[in-house]
């Protein structure tokens, strides 16, 4: 009969041995999806049948079956791991064959997909199926697949499968035990989630009249594999955990969309903002993870978040930790009140980048009033180690007990049209390589506007920092070079902008300094394009309103001829 292995990963997954050949069973898998494949589930003796099961049988058109000499079976549980592949040799007289699954000991949803092909002597595929699904507690069903000499050559999307040649839905719901029907969908693309309403069981989720109870639960129901997936949620309700979890949400490998059509997690259109409140009982409320390697354990990609507050959580509002966690946009969201612990982590933060998460986009958010019940470990607006090509635009970062923004280790931060104001430590802190920051108001920070405080090759380009505790800018002797031009550095409390060492090969050029209360500059060699002594005729700094008013000496008087500091700042009424 060939060969058959069971593969291990946390979800587990074994091929129990049985007292015939012809009955192969797979188990835990959690949720049954098919593709094409052949594994014997005929009827034969055995110690015990399990009440939560499907049962699989696959048959094969008669151009298929006389083609066939292997076939080739994949079964994959919940988490998105193999727990089971069977290739053996197969003849047309061994159709249809079957295979039983049974869910892993994990929480419902429990999924499962199963992908399979016919190959002929030469090693070609002469037919393939997939199919993706799911069980009912304490029910027994069935589900039916067949393979089509058709579908041989047909090239179908990941979440479809192959009919009569057609790509078609790959998604099944299983029906009872010997109906000989079965209720084949396209894989939703959209599905609905009300905290108040909604109900986690079958059935529910893909039309707003029968919305989902949990996000978690619309997640791993319908998914899985559904490349484009939308996700609605409900505003205006708040989503708790019922048991203390590491997360509210986790998104893993199996939720991912793609380039083109990325998994969407939004607020339902029109209800107003959800707010997922960990209580204290979750150290994340969101939560991307983790390495790349542990397929069971990867975070999913190419998802976007919008719409959301984010509070309660012991120590990140939302988390992306580790390489796998990348090709990510959240924005529209709110994040406060995280990081209050206690956590086995010495940082908190409202939103957190870790250990190689790379290709993450925060856009349109506003980052505020994270606070640490340990005064020693301050929680940060933002937090950023050893991350890579990450791109932070439009957002408000302010009154967080740490740092507004803390970076270390990272390359490529581009820190764009920003506003950081009030936070209890610096504006912003930063180490790495080639961040730049443009177009970003800081002010009223307790420490400096921006620390640099290690690293190369970094940029702050059309800036205003004014009113900080200490300097607008400061630069530390490990730095090798910092570019500081076009900004607006103003009443703050020693220095504009100041490095630790003369040899700091930083340089400064088409800035204005004005109030600064030590003095303008130290250890920076004066530029002559530079502006000194000159009010820059703020809206209203004393309210950090730091748009410029039509007489301001900045106006026009960068190189190119556009206005100093940044450029974006609203324009607000004094």
Same mark, same amino acid.
């Given at each position: 009969?060939?060969?058959?292995?069971?593969?291990?990963?946390?979800?587990?997954?074994?091929?129990?041995?049985?007292?015939?050949?012809?009955?192969?069973?797979?188990?835990?898998?959690?949720?049954?999806?098919?593709?094409?494949?052949?594994?014997?589930?005929?009827?034969?003796?055995?110690?015990?049948?399990?009440?939560?099961?499907v049962d699989v049988t696959i048959d094969a058109d008669?151009?298929?079956?006389?083609?066939?000499?292997?076939?080739?079976?994949?079964? %994959?549980?919940?988490?998105?791991?193999?727990?089971?592949?069977?290739?053996?040799?197969?003849?047309?007289?061994?159709?249809?064959?079957?295979?039983?699954?049974?869910?892993?000991?994990?929480?419902?949803?429990?999924?499962?997909?199963?992908?399979?092909?016919?190959?002929?002597?030469?090693?070609?595929?002469?037919?393939?199926?997939?199919?993706?699904?799911?069980?009912?507690?304490?029910?027994?069903?069935?589900?039916?697949?067949?393979?089509?000499?058709?579908?041989?050559?047909?090239?179908?999307?990941?979440?479809?499968?192959?009919?009569?040649?057609?790509?078609?839905?790959?998604?099944?719901?299983?029906?009872?035990?010997?109906?000989?029907? %079965?209720?084949?969908?396209?894989?939703?693309?959209?599905?609905?989630?009300?905290?108040?309403?909604?109900?986690?069981?079958?059935?529910?989720?893909?039309?707003?009249?029968?919305?989902?109870?949990?996000?978690?639960?619309?997640?791993?129901?319908?998914?899985?594999?559904?490349?484009?997936?939308?996700?609605?949620?409900?505003?205006?309700?708040?989503?708790?955990? +019922?048991?203390?979890?590491?997360?509210?949400?986790?998104?893993?490998?199996?939720?991912?969309?793609?380039?083109?059509?990325?998994?969407?997690?939004?607020?339902?259109?029109?209800?107003?903002?959800?707010?997922?409140?960990?209580?204290?009982?979750?150290?994340?409320?969101?939560?991307?993870?983790?390495?790349?390697?542990?397929?069971?354990? #990867?975070?999913?990609?190419?998802?976007?978040?919008?719409?959301?507050?984010?509070?309660?959580?012991?120590?990140?509002?939302?988390t992306f930790n580790g390489s796998s966690a990348r090709?990510?946009?959240?924005?529209?969201?709110?994040?406060?009140?995280?990081?209050?612990?206690?956590?086995?982590?010495?940082?908190?933060?409202?939103?957190?980048?870790?250990?190689?998460?790379?290709?993450?986009?925060?856009?349109?958010?506003?980052i505020h009033d994270n606070q640490s019940a340990n005064?020693? +470990?301050?929680?940060?607006?933002?937090?950023?180690?050893? #991350?890579?090509?990450?791109?932070?635009?439009?957002?408000?970062?302010?009154?967080?007990?740490?740092?507004?923004?803390?970076?270390?280790?990272?390359?490529?931060?581009?820190?764009?049209?920003?506003?950081?104001?009030?936070?209890?430590?610096?504006?912003?802190?930063?180490?790495?390589?080639?961040?730049?920051?443009?177009?970003?108001?800081?002010?009223?920070?307790?420490?400096?506007?921006?620390?640099?405080?290690?690293?190369?090759?970094?940029?702050?380009?059309?800036?205003?920092?004014?009113?900080?505790?200490?300097?607008?800018?400061?630069?530390?002797?490990?730095?090798?070079?910092?570019?500081?031009?076009?900004?607006?550095?103003?009443?703050?409390?020693?220095?504009?902008?100041?490095?630790?060492?003369?040899?700091?090969?930083?340089?400064?050029? %088409?800035?204005?300094?004005?109030?600064?209360?030590?003095?303008?500059?130290?250890?920076?060699?004066?530029?002559?394009?530079?502006?000194?002594?000159?009010?820059?005729?703020?809206?209203?700094?004393?309210?950090?309103?730091?748009?410029?008013?039509?007489?301001?000496?900045?106006?026009?008087?960068?190189? +190119?001829?556009?206005?100093?500091?940044?450029?974006?700042?609203?324009?607000?009424?004094?």
């Amino acid at each position: 009969m060939g060969s058959e292995r069971g593969a291990h990963g946390t979800a587990g997954g074994k091929i129990l041995p049985m007292r015939c050949v012809a009955w192969v069973e797979v188990r835990p898998c959690a949720l049954i999806c098919l593709y094409s494949a052949g594994c014997c589930l005929l009827a034969c003796e055995r110690d015990e049948v399990a009440a939560t099961r499907v049962d699989v049988t696959i048959d094969a058109d008669a151009a298929a079956r006389s083609a066939a000499a292997r076939i080739v079976v994949r079964v %994959f549980g919940t988490e998105g791991n193999e727990v089971a592949m069977f290739d053996r040799a197969f003849t047309e007289n061994d159709f249809p064959a079957s295979i039983r699954l049974t869910p892993g000991m994990g929480a419902p949803p429990r999924t499962f997909r199963i992908e399979g092909e016919l190959i002929d002597p030469s090693g070609v595929a002469v037919s393939w199926i997939r199919a993706r699904g799911g069980y009912i507690e304490g029910q027994a069903t069935e589900l039916r697949l067949r393979f089509d000499a058709a579908c041989g050559d047909s090239e179908c999307p990941p979440h479809e499968a192959c009919e009569l040649g057609a790509c078609v839905g790959a998604c099944f719901v299983p029906s009872e035990l010997e109906s000989l029907t %079965f209720e084949r969908s396209n894989c939703p693309s959209e599905v609905f989630v009300d905290g108040e309403r909604g109900k986690d069981m079958p059935s529910t989720c893909i039309d707003p009249g029968t919305p989902c109870r949990t996000i978690q639960y619309a997640l791993d129901q319908y998914v899985t594999g559904t490349d484009g997936a939308v996700v609605n949620v409900r505003g205006g309700v708040t989503y708790r955990p +019922e048991a203390e979890h590491t997360a509210l949400v986790s998104l893993r490998r199996r939720h991912s969309g793609t380039a083109d059509r990325p998994t969407t997690i939004q607020a339902w259109p029109e209800t107003g903002t959800p707010v997922l409140d960990g209580g204290g009982q979750v150290d994340r409320g969101i939560e991307f993870c983790c390495d790349e390697d542990i397929n069971d354990n #990867a975070s999913a990609s190419w998802v976007v978040v919008d719409g959301f507050e984010v509070v309660g959580a012991r120590e990140h509002g939302i988390t992306f930790n580790g390489s796998s966690a990348r090709e990510v946009t959240v924005r529209n969201c709110v994040l406060s009140g995280n990081g209050e612990g206690p956590t086995r982590f010495d940082n908190r933060a409202g939103i957190a980048l870790n250990n190689g998460a790379h290709d993450i986009e925060i856009i349109d958010s506003e980052i505020h009033d994270n606070q640490s019940a340990n005064p020693d +470990e301050a929680a940060a607006g933002m937090y950023i180690n050893k #991350a890579t090509n990450v791109r932070v635009t439009g957002n408000i970062i302010r009154n967080n007990q740490g740092d507004g923004v803390f970076v270390a280790l990272t390359e490529n931060l581009r820190f764009e049209r920003n506003r950081i104001v009030n936070n209890g430590e610096h504006g912003m802190s930063v180490s790495g390589t080639g961040i730049l920051i443009e177009d970003t108001s800081f002010c009223a920070n307790e420490i400096h506007g921006i620390r640099f405080s290690g690293g190369d090759a970094h940029s702050a380009n059309h800036i205003n920092s004014a009113r900080n505790g200490a300097s607008g800018i400061r630069i530390a002797a490990e730095v090798l070079g910092v570019a500081i031009r076009n900004s607006i550095l103003a009443a703050n409390q020693t220095f504009g902008v100041a490095a630790e060492t003369a040899a700091s090969n930083s340089t400064s050029e %088409f800035n204005l300094y004005f109030d600064n209360q030590i003095a303008a500059q130290e250890n920076i060699v004066a530029d002559p394009t530079e502006i000194f002594d000159e009010d820059p005729r703020f809206i209203d700094i004393a309210a950090c309103m730091d748009a410029l008013r039509d007489d301001s000496p900045a106006k026009g008087a960068s190189r +190119e001829g556009v206005d100093l500091g940044n450029r974006l700042a609203a324009p607000q009424s004094p």
